[in-house]
């Protein structure tokens, strides 16, 4: 159970740097018009009826769209995300953020968490030791394990944005043909779109259809969920496939 959780950023800009920043449209609309790439993440599972851990279930539907694959429908989620990995274009002299009045979501909610699923712990952040001085920081999760207004608004926010943005999101993929995903829990599929291409799909989204009958693929790696996927008559990605994108696998095979 947690516990009343104090915060004070020290500004040492170890969150700006070694990640991907999940972004809504808005969001990645106005990080490309400064110039810098979007990279789309996709995951996808199967669709399925009461069965499993469905309140997690719903909350991963949530934020997806239905495809084909094979002979199956399969749920696909998108995120489009700034690739932060070397360091945030945005990160300036003494670690400030050069759009902090404009940053995104994602950026004002760090280090708290996103997805109810996460279970929030300052050993899992990348802050500093100091950060959590309960004498220097802020309240940011009260002693009854809720965050603080103003960050749950955020986190509403960003979660309501997660879903409204869900089927465009997918659709903007299949308009740049990118329609290859890798398995939720396994690894990820990053695609990383020509700027001029993605901001130009993200301006047609509001003309794009809300049904698509464009077939997926699943990029997967293992024998096991190889074989899985077979069975269930999904379409795998083709080990010989033009690699146009990137995997990475969360899990040893
Ligand atoms: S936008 Fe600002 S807060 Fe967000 S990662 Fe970049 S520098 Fe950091
Ligand atoms: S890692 Fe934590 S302490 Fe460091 S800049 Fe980011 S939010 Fe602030």
Known sequence: MIKQVNFHCVGCGACCRGRHVPLTLGEAEAWLRRGHRVSIL??????QEGQGDMARYRHDASRGASVRSGNIDICVIAIFAADITAGCPNLGEGNACQIYQDRPLVCRIYPLEINPFTTFGTDQKDCPPEAWDASQGEEVIQADGQLI???KQLVEASRRADQSEALTKVRICEELDLRVTAWKGCGFVIHKPDADDLMA???RASALQPSSAKPWSVRVHGQRLTDK???MQAELYPEDGDHRHLYIPMVAA
């Open 42 to 47: 996709l995951e996808a599972f199967a669709i």
């Open 201 to 203: 799909a993200i301006s």
């Open 149 to 151: 207004p103003s960050i």
């Open 229 to 231: 996927l077979r069975q």
